[in-house]
């Protein structure tokens, strides 16, 4: 059975772009695949996300994949979906093998429907046209309307990375499990069991994902759900190996071939 880590990032601080990252983090500096692969333990396939909205760290993200040996399989990477010549920029992006599909850091962008404006739909509509995935980097400010995406897009494969960021450290449930619940009823979106970690306390135990996990499950489906582990950004929170297991102690055993590795083949044609 294949293995996969669907969401990790590798970056190189000079090229300057990462805006998000405050130098004070202990992320903040060069990460790449050869501090991940000693990580892996049995993992045989990752998918590489961007970090940066920028061309350059889908150029960069592209090369360390090739470079990979085989163990990127797919890149999600950066374009300005609202730039006019945002169409043909995606129908040469989707000529690359390894070019999977496409993130926007909804997260960093203020206005909460800025993936419904009206500049964005043509970039949309190429990504469904020419078979790029869009990952769907949310917080629970956008749960109430991003459902909006599947009414205007249903041809548009949809991953919900991080499960929308869920308030673990304050106990928040309602209305995140409410509007997740939603989005898993009336769209075909998959989500990604990842990133929780970070949204729970400094002091988190197994137990307080529970719920989490436990309500993805159940609304998603294991078919519809992939595991991902946020390296780097995992370890301001945790390593690799505790997440890893956590994981895989909240998930029942027989969801584990699709989680930890089908789901994300066949959502991303690893």
Known sequence: MIRVDAHHHVWTIARGDYRWMSPDLSIARDHGLDDLRPLLAGITATVLVQAADSEAETAFMLDVARASAGLVRGVVGWTDLAAPGAPARIAELAGIPLLKGLRPMLQDIEDTGWILRPAVQ???AAMARHGLRFDALLKP?????IGALAERH?????VIDHAAKPDIANGSFQPWARQ???LARETPWCCKVSGLVTEARADWQVEDLRPYVDHLLSTFGPDRLMWGSDWPVVTLASNYRRWHEAAAMLLPTDTH???FGGTAVRFYGL
Do not use: K, S, Y
């Open 180 to 182: 997740m619940a939603r």
């Open 122 to 124: 043509p970039a949309l």
């Open 141 to 145: 400010r956008h749960l109430a309307a």
């Open 257 to 259: 071939a699709a989680i």
């Open 154 to 158: 249903p041809d548009l494969p949809v």
